[in-house]
């Protein structure tokens, strides 16, 4: 019994040899590399699934194991991994999204010479993801947090000639870190205040459930917040959004696999994984229900105004990122996983299926494509599933999901119910209208480009068709009347919150979205007059939210800028004033030498004269002293 | 007893380079190949060694077993005041070693061996050069066999003068500005060492034996002696009237005491460098040849810390938590000010340069937090930006020799043509940054760890450093690899396999600390844990 959670510490490994093997051959085996890749993350994928199915069992036992990784003196920092419902889930989505990433970019890939070398990210990312996703101890979860961060800032300026990638590479590694110092801080914390200095998952919860046991309210709170400052930069959520849609300068795979399926959901898991800290303060859970649900309605009025087709999709998944913190600070842990897990399906679908009509139309831009719909005809059926999957229309899996939210906000408050409907409908209505950019109407502007433009091949469908029906279907596990889903993930702590008020307010917001934007862009089927319209009517607003509020701009004012001036008030006092001091004394020993100049011979009786000299002052201080005493 | 118990090792150890600064110096001064091979094997005598000396190493006992001791001069005071006892003056040869100077000695066989293997750079004089080198290495060994104060001086001096040589005159440009720099601050550094020596011998470097006619009373400069002096200054109040006069011979004022901890820690903080003495060592990172920065940034550094540690914090354990406060805000004004300053050069030596003296502000945030976890992080962290540091000057010196250049604005892009290079530079980069499964974060993150347990804002403000140092590495690491590849640049041949070796070596090792820091931290652990037991002790005793 439990055998496969016993060795589920085989699935990272995995990955991680596909990764070893294909650094070791190098970029020459472009065929191998693929088969290597693929194989590493199928074999994950089965291994996870067999760890999920024998978790469906009645009442499964928690496991978990490890090793001593540093011990000083009384403290041990150990590392481990540890098999738990919650974790189980986690593998499959990373593992599944994963190997079907791997078969789609054997399509998409196919003519970039370094494909060998994608692959070898590619298998790297899965190997940390899959050890983030099993560690039994936050210690060992931040060294696999850290590799995760790693792996997405190679993939993002895997392009790196190309300036914009550098950029974006950079930016991502640099704001997520500053959520990682949080996080370590939080680690520091914990390691002091806890019992036994214990770092463990369990011992957190065993701990926390108790209403901290001796950690008193203002520092649990502060341990909190850390971890969610860690989890804020991870998930892109408010204030530290900023890198996530600019990462998608990366290939497009990677935007699914990473950037909306997979890693940013590493922010809510962590969350979710340490959810007692949370649930033991009052002010910490309003933290990061308020956080999300202000990200959710705020990029979801970004993604209304873009233009890039992939930017969209980014600032669709910081919006849904805030959805499942919002759940998280309402006190719904199922609520956020399940709308993670639901999400991980259609979001993975839409990027794909992005990538799809990228590869053909060879542009990115929504106002140059159209009428794809008839030359593409399965990229533009699943996309459309995807899309309104997203927009949260019934029966598809989004709307399950964003209904128990909706559902748990009506319950707990009124304020963040609202902001929730709006962002769903602006879901419906960004959605609705990215849709019919690219896939109705005539071919517009550089037609010669898209006018070639033709089905992909199926290696890269055939993932676009399964993820199409996990997106269809993937919602059944929790419906309002049956909280399986729930009850699985929490141990019986969860109970399905069926209110028929949201289900009508969230599929009437959900309809009229898709109509709204039907009515805007829809009719006229032309991009350029209808954004005309809007920007005619609220210039102002629209050019604010083209602009991403403006905030990439404040923060390189401020903290750019006031980096690079405090760099320059330092480097300056470091020149002039310690290196003025630096100066003076050398020309006070410049003098000391001419004085001394006359013993510099060059001779060597001269040299062991002073050196006897020296020995005979040592010793004269010696007797000196003896004789004072 | 283990074989190597048996033999002088540690002997054997610090004298192999003279062996091949023998056959150097037989060889005729143009064959450039052979001098450099007998270079190369010279250094891997002592690395072998140490490596099987650091197998042989039985954690739980520590270096007992392994101490070397032979009298090498003694030379008798006068004494009027007492016919009875005998004042003798003595030096001797002393070596030995502990969970602190074993990690750092083997560090400095493989960075030396590695800087041997990449000294190919070395155009003009090979003779002089490898042989100087030869005596730096023996300078470095020695300094951390040495069990002797006045052994431990020399062989410091040593140091300074081979490396003067090795940057006056085979450096770039300003070599001799640098070179002087070097040696007036060194200098400097040197003559407060010494005073403080000569201080601590005339007191705590007492000892009384049995001796025919009477008893003798003995100064020397004696670890052992001093460490046992220092740590119980009441032993000789035990002893009979007529082997002490009736007065306790060892008396040390409480002024004293802070005066020899300043004095130490001035001396090795030039050394080590600590915020304002850290101008010199800029010049020196620009100026020296890359295998000598490979030394100099990887060893020479990490002698300040050592002596910090060793007599600093292990002598006046007191002085030193008294001033634990002083030294974090030292460390962390160490690290956001070297981190500040590496954002804004455009030099990419001068981004290491100031990147040296940031993480060398953790290595004191380690030391200012007075547990284990800390001290074990500052020792880690030694042997960690050893390591990495070599590695980054090493990719220094390959990069400069195609592109002819360090300078930021003119690199960019080389990841097309040097596809190894680059992606060894990236993984440096992460190591420097502190990437988890890599040296640097252990040193970091136990650093910090151990001064949070008694000085949280400081650490918070330490943790701002985690941040900064992803921003000056990624922007000098990738402003080289990343962007479009330069019209002068296409042409660049990546890394020969000569050249990868050293690299892949030092990668290795950095992997290997990364992945099992227990292979370091458990060496240590006797020493520290002696230290924390010694201090607890004295603190509840007085």
């Known amino acids: 019994m439990d055998m496969f959670a016993k060795i589920a510490w085989v699935i990272p490994l995995l990955p991680l040899a596909s990764f070893l093997i294909l650094t070791a051959l190098g970029r020459s085996y472009r065929t191998a590399g693929v088969w290597i890749g693929s194989i590493g993350s199928l074999g994950a994928f089965v291994m996870s699934l067999l760890v999920l199915l024998e978790r469906l069992k009645p009442n499964p036992v928690d496991y978990s194991n490890g090793f001593d990784w540093i011990t000083i003196g009384d403290y041990t920092l150990t590392i481990g991994y540890e098999v738990t419902n919650l974790t189980s889930l986690m593998l499959v989505i990373v593992t599944l999204v994963g190997f079907l990433v791997n078969v789609y970019s054997a399509g998409y890939m196919k003519e970039d010479e370094r494909i060998t070398v994608f692959y070898g990210y590619v298998s790297l990312f899965t190997f940390s993801m899959l050890g983030l996703v099993l560690s039994d101890n936050l210690l060992s979860f931040y060294l696999f947090w850290e590799l995760v961060g790693v792996c997405s800032f190679l993939l993002i300026g895997f392009w790196y000639a190309r300036p914009a990638a550098k950029a974006a590479a950079k930016k991502a590694f640099i704001v997520t870190r500053i959520g990682d110092a949080g996080l370590f801080l939080a680690i520091l914390l914990l390691f002091w205040y806890m019992p036994e200095h214990a770092l463990g998952f369990t011992m957190i919860e065993s701990v926390f459930d108790n209403q901290g046991g001796t950690i008193t309210e203002g520092i649990t709170t502060l341990i909190a917040l850390l971890i969610f400052l860690g989890a804020v930069g991870k998930s892109g959520q408010f204030p530290l959004h900023v890198w996530l849609p600019d990462a998608m300068e990366g290939p497009t795979p990677i935007s699914a696999l990473i950037h909306a399926a997979t890693m940013v959901a590493a922010g809510v898991f962590l969350v979710a994984r340490t959810f007692d800290i949370f649930e033991a303060s009052e002010a910490a859970m309003q933290t990061v229900a308020y956080v999300g649900a202000f990200t959710a309605i705020f990029a979801a009025t970004i993604a209304l105004a873009q233009n890039d087709l992939k930017?969209?999709?980014?600032?669709?998944?910081?919006?849904?990122?805030?959805?499942?913190?919002?759940?998280?600070?309402?006190?719904?842990?199922?609520?956020?996983?399940?709308?993670?897990?639901?999400?991980?399906?259609?979001?993975?679908?839409?990027?794909?299926?992005?990538?799809?009509?990228?590869?053909?139309?060879?542009?990115?831009?929504?106002?140059?494509m159209g009428g794809l719909g008839s030359r593409m005809k399965t990229t533009a059926w699943t996309f459309a599933i995807g899309a309104l999957a997203l927009s949260g229309i019934p029966p598809l899996s989004g709307f399950w999901s964003k209904d128990l939210i909706l559902a748990v906000a009506l319950e707990e408050n009124l304020l963040l119910f609202a902001v929730a409907l709006a962002a769903a409908f602006c879901t419906a209505l960004y959605m609705t209208r990215l849709f019919v950019l690219v896939f109705l109407g005539k071919p517009k502007q550089a037609e010669e480009r898209t006018a070639g433009a033709k089905e992909s091949p199926a290696v890269m469908t055939i993932p676009l068709i399964v993820l199409a029906a996990l997106a269809v279907a993937a919602g059944f596990v929790e419906t309002p009347w049956n909280g399986w889903f729930g009850h699985w993930l929490t141990d019986g702590a969860g109970e399905a919150h069926g209110s028929a008020i949201a289900i009508v307010c969230s599929v009437a917001v959900g309809v009229l979205g898709v109509l709204a934007g039907w009515a805007i862009w829809g009719r006229e089927r032309g991009a350029g007059e209808a954004a005309a319209t809007l920007a005619g009517r609220a210039p102002g607003l629209v050019r604010l939210a083209e602009r991403k509020y403006y905030i990439d701009e404040a923060y390189e004012a401020v903290f750019v800028r006031g980096l690079r001036g405090i760099g320059a008030v330092l480097e300056a006092f470091d020149r002039y004033v310690v290196g003025g001091a630096v100066k003076l004394a050398g020309l006070a020993a410049n003098a000391a030498g001419r004085l001394a100049l006359r013993l510099q011979n060059g001779q060597v009786q001269t040299y062991s004269l002073a050196a006897v000299l020296g020995i005979i002052v040592i010793v004269l201080a010696v007797i000196g002293r003896r004789m004072l005493s | 007893m283990s074989f190597l118990q048996d033999i002088p090792i540690l002997t054997f150890i610090l004298l192999s380079p003279l062996l091949g600064l023998a056959v150097i110096l037989l060889l005729p001064g143009q064959r450039a190949a052979w001098i450099k091979r007998t270079a190369i094997l010279a250094t891997l005598i002592p690395l072998a060694l140490s490596f099987w000396l650091y197998a042989d190493y039985d954690r739980a006992k520590g270096g007992e077993g392994y101490d070397e001791a032979a009298e090498w001069l003694t030379i008798p005071i006068n004494n009027d005041t007492n016919d009875t006892v005998e004042m003798l003056f003595s030096f001797q040869y002393a070596l030995g070693v502990d969970g602190l100077s074993l990690p750092l000695l083997l560090l400095t066989s493989i960075v030396t061996a590695m800087a041997a293997w990449a000294a190919w750079h070395v155009k003009k004089r090979w003779k002089a050069f490898f042989g100087w080198f030869m005596l730096l290495e023996l300078g470095m060994l020695g300094v951390f066999l040495a069990r002797d104060l006045f052994l431990f001086f020399i062989f410091f001096e040593i140091t300074l003068v081979a490396t003067y040589f090795l940057i006056g005159v085979w450096g770039y440009y300003n070599r001799e500005r640098a070179a002087n720099r070097f040696l007036i601050y060194n200098g400097i550094g040197s003559a407060i060492m010494l005073v403080a020596f000569v201080l601590l011998v005339n007191t705590a470097g007492f000892r009384i034996e049995e001796a025919a006619g009477g008893h003798q009373y003995i100064y020397s400069g004696s670890y052992a002696d001093i460490g046992a002096n220092m740590a119980n200054p009441q032993a000789f109040v035990h002893l009979p009237p007529e082997a002490t006069g009736g007065v306790n011979p060892f008396q040390m004022s409480e002024g004293m005491h802070w005066t020899l901890f300043i004095l130490l820690l001035v001396a090795f903080g030039i050394k080590l460098p600590v915020f304002p003495f850290h101008t010199w060592m800029l010049k020196v990172h620009q100026e020296a040849?890359?295998?000598?920065?490979?030394?100099?940034?990887?060893?020479?550094?990490?002698?300040?810390?050592?002596?910090?540690?060793?007599?600093?914090?292990?002598?006046?354990?007191?002085?030193?938590?008294?001033?634990?406060?002083?030294?974090?805000?030292?460390?962390?004004?160490?690290?956001?000010?070297?981190?500040?300053?590496?954002?804004?050069?455009?030099?990419?030596?001068?981004?290491?340069?100031?990147?040296?003296?940031?993480?060398?502000?953790?290595?004191?945030?380690?030391?200012?937090?007075?547990?284990?976890?800390?001290?074990?992080?500052?020792?880690?962290?030694?042997?960690?930006?050893?390591?990495?540091?070599?590695?980054?000057?090493?990719?220094?010196?390959?990069?400069?020799?195609?592109?002819?250049?360090?300078?930021?604005?003119?690199?960019?892009?080389?990841?097309?043509?040097?596809?190894?290079?680059?992606?060894?530079?990236?993984?440096?980069?992460?190591?420097?940054?502190?990437?988890?499964?890599?040296?640097?974060?252990?040193?970091?993150?136990?650093?910090?760890?151990?001064?949070?347990?008694?000085?949280?804002?400081?650490?918070?403000?330490?943790?701002?450093?985690?941040?900064?140092?992803?921003?000056?590495v990624l922007r000098s690491v990738l402003g080289i690899t990343f962007g479009p590849q330069r019209e002068e640049h296409t042409a660049l041949r990546d890394a020969r396999f000569v050249e990868a070796l050293p690299m892949i070596v030092l990668l290795a090792f950095i992997l290997l600390l990364g992945c099992f820091p227990s292979a370091l931290t458990d060496t240590v652990q006797m020493s520290v844990g002696g230290w924390m037991e010694q201090l607890l002790s004295s603190r509840s005793g007085g």
Do not use: C
């Not at chain 2, 002598?315 to 000010?337: D, K």
């Not at chain 2, 992080?377 to 020799?401: D, K, P, R, T």
């Open chain 1, 311 to 368: 930017r969209v999709l980014a600032y669709s998944t910081v919006s849904q990122l805030g959805y499942m913190m919002l759940a998280l600070g309402l006190g719904s842990l199922a609520g956020g996983i399940f709308h993670l897990f639901t999400h991980a399906f259609f979001k993975a679908l839409l990027f794909l299926a992005a990538g799809s009509v990228i590869h053909a139309a060879h542009t990115q831009d929504v106002r140059e």
């Open chain 2, 289 to 472: 040849p890359p295998s000598v920065v490979m030394i100099h940034s990887g060893i020479l550094l990490k002698m300040g810390a050592y002596g910090l540690i060793r007599f600093g914090l292990f002598l006046f354990p007191e002085q030193a938590r008294e001033g634990a406060t002083m030294l974090a805000v030292l460390g962390v004004v160490n690290l956001l000010y070297g981190a500040i300053l590496a954002f804004r050069q455009t030099e990419f030596k001068l981004v290491l340069a100031y990147s040296s003296i940031s993480h060398m502000g953790i290595v004191l945030i380690g030391l200012a937090s007075f547990n284990e976890i800390g001290l074990q992080g500052a020792v880690f962290q030694l042997v960690s930006h050893g390591l990495i540091s070599a590695l980054l000057f090493l990719i220094v010196g390959s990069l400069y020799e195609r592109t002819g250049t360090t300078e930021l604005p003119r690199l960019g892009g080389l990841a097309r043509s040097m596809p190894f290079m680059s992606g060894v530079l990236l993984v440096a980069g992460m190591a420097s940054l502190g990437l988890p499964g890599l040296s640097g974060f252990v040193g970091e993150f136990l650093s910090l760890l151990g001064l949070f347990e008694t000085k949280r804002w400081l650490t918070a403000a330490a943790a701002l450093g985690i941040v900064l140092t992803a921003v000056y």
